[in-house]
């Protein structure tokens, strides 16, 4: 059962909840107002964080560190917010939350948007940000993906490109209620119609019109429920039972499974869209400390790494 505070979140979240759109998939700035309505209600900043403006590449984004941080362990995260919305700003305090769980540093990568950069912009961005790292001193063995929302779809679809590429694959991949799924075919997206506080099917329908463009919405490299997790890195996926993205979350699981790739997918009772954004839900802090313990665990500290060595 849910706790009352996320009972009391939730409730808050639908009595204030944005109205939705007109139909107009031209109408981006309303689409993005529904977007950063939701990442305005994040928790605050924690008061250690340290932000830093930084570049991998040519691809912008800022460095997230907390006291805790350790510089061998390194975040690659991926903002939510449809493709059409969100930066690094916007997500500041989930992210640093993250890297104090992890005792992580992260890089929050800036990539570009929609409808100004369409599919496949944003995961090429990705792909440079992590070559990036790659060639620049960090061993993939030092380096997890994580991401939220379509961010979280992203990391699973840079994971496919780093694949057939061929290069290094990271030591894993940690995503809290990924869009993995641009179709729209899971059966959570009307079975939680009515739950799900913070997301439409209209607003996702938009959003991926306009990050598509013309493009199939089954390309696995767009929803990446659609390709083969083989040789895919060990797996952590967190989300609630009352989103709409909810299948998402449990398809990714059977993804990995079918490939014989190790993963944990985690469906928390009763909890909406990115319910690790709240600093009041109970829910919120056992999700990250468990999303950390695993972060730690495929990176482990440097004098366990020798101890095993």
């Known amino acids: 059962m849910a706790s009352w505070q996320s009972a009391l979140f939730s409730r808050m979240n639908r009595m204030s909840r944005p109205r939705a759109t007109s139909g107009d998939v031209n109408d981006i700035e309303e689409l993005r107002r529904q977007f950063n309505y939701l990442a305005a209600r994040f928790a605050a900043v924690p008061r250690d964080a340290v932000f830093e ?5 040519p691809v912008k984004g800022e460095w997230v560190r907390t006291d805790g941080s350790m510089s061998h362990r390194v975040i690659l995260y991926f903002h939510g917010g449809g493709y059409i919305s969100g930066s690094p700003e916007t997500h500041r305090a989930l992210v640093a939350r993250l890297c104090s769980a992890a005792g992580a540093t992260a890089f929050s990568v800036g990539y570009r948007l929609a409808p100004d950069f369409a599919f496949p912009a944003g995961l090429r961005d990705g792909i440079d940000a992590y ?48 869009w993995a799924d641009l179709s729209l075919s899971g059966m959570s997206m009307l079975q939680n119609a009515k739950k799900d506080a913070a997301l439409s099917w209209e607003l996702l329908f938009l959003s991926a019109r306009n990050y598509l463009k013309k493009q199939s919405p089954a390309d696995p490299y767009a929803s990446p429920i659609y390709a083969p997790f083989r040789d895919f890195p060990p797996i952590m996926v967190h989300a609630g039972s009352n989103e709409i993205l909810r299948d998402d979350a449990s398809r990714i699981g059977d993804r990995a499974a079918e490939a014989g790739i190790p993963v944990s997918v985690e469906i928390y009772d009763g909890m909406q869209h990115l ?33 095993n060595a």
């Open 53 to 57: 403006a930084g570049q991998l590449g």
């Open 131 to 178: 070559r990036h790292l790659l060639q620049h001193g960090v061993s993939a063995s030092q380096v997890i993906l994580a991401g939220d929302g379509s961010g979280g779809g992203l990391v699973f679809a840079c994971l496919l490109a780093i694949r057939n590429a061929g290069l290094a694959m990271p030591a894993g991949v940690v995503a809290m209620s990924p």
């Open 275 to 307: 319910f690790q954004a709240s600093a009041y839900v109970p829910e919120a802090k056992v999700s990250l400390q468990r999303l950390g313990q695993f972060i730690r665990q495929r990176v482990p500290d440097s004098s366990a790494r020798a101890a």
